[in-house]
């Protein structure tokens, strides 16, 4: 639990950039304009699948107004069969994916794109660009892709020696399943499919970039980390890093969504031809067509289990979507599954599936929603079948410290248990349902978390305030939980600390806002600067005092002199001190940059109750719990939002949202209002339980909150419509027509017995 001592870790303060972003104050991407700038347009296929036979962009180019036309040609030419790695990307695919090379994979891929002096005239420039193809039959669906007469999307992959859209594979494996199996009293096993969603963040994409003469180049962008955004535009353009400086815009969401490039390359490259800034800003459209869902999936999980209930062994395979580039996430889906548990036998294999859609992006814990939902699912079943309550089935099972995981690592101290047991005794779980089709659900989740490169530099100003720079954008609110720490370090006032989000060229690198590693890594960086620049005030203390410092103490925001030395003078402020600073050796301010590591996985349990209405196929979802071990809450409130945030996500996975393809492999719903994601009168209030189990190697405890709340959402609503209905419907979305064509099947099927 929180240290009831602390003044402002655990506190529910003020969001330093709340007042900018509700009054429109903010600086969004999409905001950015320059003196001379232009507008860019980007052409995309009419085809899921047609090779590029040649471009002619010349009546493109003659266009008046226009002042720039760019293709796959004016970028560095990544050979196909040679990984170039950038941390988990290969600037293979994202070379492909930004512009079409040899051949167009989905409908909607970009091909080229022209900057002009307005977007009316680069979309029409767009028009007169001329290109020969030819056409290719597609697969979009994975059966489709995986099928033997198949089209091959890329000549040079293969699997077992021959052509194939498997792009690799993942395998995890603990003890004998087949053993395991054998010792089991019950046996469910289980195929289960999930669909494409989007990661819906309300801000599209957007950038303007400026190259000046001599390569130097400015973005300002909206994404989830500038350093790869300097990184990957440089990789793509060969403009070197030196020259490329990325200052990261506020961010309308991203989820996972931007954690790559689309169009920042594209832009420089216009931007160098022309002379001109350029400024790209994608549609609704665009996104939906174009930029990464998460991947769509099928499985098949078989789980065996004693009478008692002991879980003995556990297999999954998952098949994802990768889009039309490898790279789908294949190891969370695999290697979050059966990780809440303590099996001893488990085997855990993931496929890498591309096809004609839209090369995936991460979205939120990356494939583990998909594991858990096919594993939760069976779990709901196995529970049925024994006639054990859901909850003490996984509280018999459930992974403790010591536990040996078949991903893996060997758990240290984690908080799966103490979920469980809140969920068990809680009053929502303890209160009858009362309606008629009314059920409830159950499902838990885990996420890896993260840690990794961070920096941070802690400055103290003229008057006594203090600044903190960091490298992350802040998308869940990491500005308010870093001024509550470091206010909390220097035993100040909260509102004495402003955090800013430094560019490339401001703070040291620091990698990706994403995988709930920001708040652990950051926290890390930003103590150790704090805990210097204390240390430097205590020696200024010692300087005025002609004293050593180590007769020196912090508390409560002053220097004390302690010892023999204690009544001797009077203590100093952090304002006292800082207005001596020049008079003592000058600024004061410390920086460190690490790798960070120590962090640890997070698990979380989820309570859902629904009622369906039988006529129409509507799930309503009445009421929802989540239980999350979050290591430390330094802000509760933005701990809460980002559980509300996941929650709201799942169950808009488990009812509605999905891509939908015509018979010309093109996406039928690219907008928000028939890509159905949940609004607030579409859900009830979300309540959160908010578990601390301090990880032991962090400063403050902290584990990580942001990826595991969505991972049990989908398994928890579909395992509330059985209970609700008595009809274990393994498909997702559970949306009316689908709810409705359950309940006729099975009125059919009783009816046939």
């Given at each position: 639990m929180n240290d009831q001592s602390n003044k402002w870790i655990g506190k529910r303060t003020v969001r330093p950039d709340g007042a900018d972003k509700v009054t429109g104050r903010a600086a969004y991407a999409a905001d950015a304009t320059m003196p001379g700038m232009i507008w860019a347009k980007v052409l995309r296929s009419p085809y899921p699948h047609a090779v590029i036979k040649s471009i002619d962009t010349s009546k493109a180019e003659a266009l008046p107004g226009v002042k720039a036309v760019a293709t796959a040609a004016d970028f560095v030419d990544f050979p196909v069969d040679t990984p170039v790695p950038l941390g988990i990307q290969d600037m293979r695919w994202?070379?492909?994916?930004?512009?079409?090379?040899?051949?167009?994979?989905?409908?909607?891929?970009p091909i080229a794109a022209v900057a002009a002096t307005n977007e009316e005239i680069a979309a029409e420039a767009c028009a007169l660009i001329e290109v020969d193809y030819e056409v290719l039959p597609f697969a979009i669906e994975i059966d489709d892709a995986i099928a033997k007469d198949a089209p091959i999307l890329h000549d040079f992959m293969k699997f077992d020696g021959k052509p194939s859209n498997i792009a690799g594979t993942l395998e995890h494996t603990l003890g004998d399943v087949d053993a395991g199996f054998a010792e089991a009293d019950?046996?469910?096993?289980?195929?289960?499919?999930?669909?494409?969603?989007?990661?819906g963040y309300?801000?599209?994409h957007a950038c303007v970039v400026s190259v000046a003469p001599d390569d130097r180049t400015t973005i300002w962008s909206s994404s989830q980390g500038q350093f790869m955004v300097r990184a990957m535009t440089s990789f793509l353009t060969g403009i070197p890093q030196s020259k490329v400086t990325a200052i990261p815009a506020e961010i309308g969401g991203g989820f996972g969504g931007k954690t790559i490039v689309y169009l920042e390359p594209v832009a420089t490259v216009l931007s160098k031809k022309s002379g001109r800034p350029v400024k790209m800003v994608m549609t609704r459209e665009e996104v939906m067509r174009a930029t990464g869902p998460t991947s769509g999936s099928k499985s098949t999980v078989k789980i065996g289990a004693k009478k008692d209930g002991t879980i003995v062994a556990g297999k999954g395979t998952f098949y994802l979507q990768a889009g039309c580039l490898p790279g789908s996430p294949i190891r969370g889906a695999a290697g979050c599954a059966f990780a809440p548990y303590d099996i001893p036998n488990v085997h855990s294999f993931g496929?890498?599936?591309v096809s004609n859609r839209s090369k995936v992006a991460a979205y939120r814990a990356p494939g583990a929603p998909i594991g858990a939902f096919a594993v939760e699912s069976v779990l709901d079943e196995l529970a049925a079948e024994l006639g054990m309550d859901p909850l003490k089935l996984r509280l018999k099972n459930a992974a403790k410290e010591g536990t040996k995981a078949a991903h893996g690592p060997t758990y240290p101290r984690i908080g799966y248990v103490e979920t469980l047991e809140a969920a068990l005794n809680s009053e929502h779980y303890k209160t009858p349902l009362s309606g008629k089709f009314q059920g409830r659900g159950v499902a838990s989740g885990f996420w890896f978390n993260a840690g990794g490169e961070s920096s941070a530099q802690v400055n103290i100003t003229e008057d006594g305030n203090v600044v903190v720079t960091t490298g992350h954008p802040d998308i869940g609110g990491s500005r308010a939980s870093i001024a509550n720490i470091t206010a909390e370090l220097l035993g100040i006032n909260y509102d004495q600390v402003s955090v800013q989000i430094g560019d490339t060229a401001t703070i040291g690198y620091s990698n990706l806002t994403g995988g709930s590693r920001v708040l652990f890594a950051s926290a890390m960086v930003v103590t150790e600067s704090t805990e210097q620049v204390i240390e430097q005030l205590k020696g200024r203390a010692a300087k005025i005092w002609g004293i050593d410092p180590s007769q020196v103490v912090w508390e409560g925001g002053e220097a004390r002199p302690m010892g023999e030395h204690s009544a001797n003078f009077p203590s100093m402020t952090l304002e006292e001190l800082a207005a001596k600073a020049n008079a003592t050796g000058g600024p004061i301010g410390a920086g460190s940059q690490s790798n960070t590591v120590g962090a640890e996985g997070g698990f979380a349990t989820h309570v859902c109750d629904v009622e369906v209405d039988v006529d129409l196929g509507i799930v309503r979802v009445l009421r929802y719990t989540c239980f999350q071990d979050v290591g430390r809450a330094i802000h509760p409130s933005y701990v809460e939002g980002q559980l509300q945030g996941g929650v709201a996500q799942g169950i808009g996975w488990a009812l509605n949202e999905e891509y939908i393809y015509n018979k010309k492999g093109q996406v039928d719903n690219p907008g928000f209002l028939d890509y159905r994601m949940p609004v607030c009168s579409d859900l009830p209030m979300l309540d959160c339980g908010i578990i601390e189990i301090?990880?032991?190697?962090?400063?403050?405890?902290?584990?990580?909150v942001g990826e595991v709340p969505l991972v049990p959402g989908p398994a928890a609503v579909r395992n509330a419509v059985h209970d609700a209905i008595g009809i274990w419907i393994d498909d997702?979305?559970?949306?009316?027509?689908?709810?409705?064509?359950?309940?006729?099947?099975?009125?059919?099927?009783?009816?046939?017995?």
């Open positions: 994202m070379s492909r994916n930004m512009l079409a090379k040899e051949k167009v994979l989905f409908h909607g891929h019950v046996v469910i096993e289980r195929s289960f499919t999930t669909k494409p969603v989007h990661q309300i801000e599209t496929y890498d599936v301090p990880n032991p190697k962090h400063p403050q405890g902290v584990r990580g997702l979305p559970l949306s009316p027509p689908n709810v409705l064509a359950a309940i006729d099947a099975n009125a059919a099927k009783q009816a046939a017995e």
